[in-house]
């Protein structure tokens, strides 16, 4: 009886121990409600980086646009008047320009991006004959024409992830329902690739 009490406050002890929680340790059922919710979450932050990297690439071929604009309205020979149609016109683009939620359309991509190939034609004709006289408007030009080449690559890495996203969804939509309400009505994402 006397080692019996002399083990029990060891043993109070190890059992305490053994009941605490810790953050480190916790083990998440990986079929369960959270753990799908956890993965959808990590899918759709990749969606939303490769989506803003490529919103951030557009947003600086239109301020490169606007910079050689104002750079050709200053040197001698530039039709001024057309530089600022063309301004306009490039200031205009973003009220064109799609979201993740209205790229469903493609008609909405077509004429996002034919607008801009029409301005951008226009502004490398405009900017052709001052392209030797100035480093500015060739580097600004040269900037213009990287961002655009970029575009494709862009949006094929951004259809990787909204992919993987949209796979996820249909094979956990079950358990994301018993994540609750938020979870319940989750739609696919819409691609840039058009779907057959």
């Excluded at 239109?62 to 040197?75: D, E, F, R, S």
């Excluded at 040269?142 to 951004?158: C, N």
Aim: hydrophobic letters at 40%.
């Amino acid at each position: 009886m006397r080692k019996l009490l002399f083990y029990f406050p060891l043993l109070v002890l190890l059992a305490a121990a053994s009941c605490r929680k810790t953050g480190d340790n916790v083990v998440v059922d990986p079929t369960s409600p959270a753990a799908a919710q956890a993965q959808l979450a990590v899918l759709r932050d990749t969606v939303n980086v490769r989506w803003q990297r490529m919103i951030d690439s557009d947003n600086q071929k239109l301020v490169a646009t606007t910079a050689v604009l104002q750079t050709l309205k200053q040197l001698p020979g530039t039709d001024k008047t057309q530089a600022d149609q063309l301004r306009a016109a490039n200031d205009q683009l973003l009220g064109l320009r799609y979201d993740q939620k209205t790229m469903a359309e493609s008609a909405k991509i077509d004429a996002y991006d034919n607008a801009q190939t029409q301005v951008l034609n226009a502004v490398y004709d405009l900017a052709r004959p001052q392209l030797e006289r100035s480093q500015d408007v060739q580097a600004l030009t040269e900037t213009i024409k990287e961002a655009d080449s970029q575009v494709i690559g862009f949006r094929v890495r951004y259809d990787q992830a909204a992919k993987k996203y949209n796979q996820y969804l249909q094979l956990h939509g079950a358990t994301l329902k018993k994540a609750g309400r938020k979870y319940s009505n989750l739609q696919p994402l819409p691609l840039f690739e058009l779907q057959p």
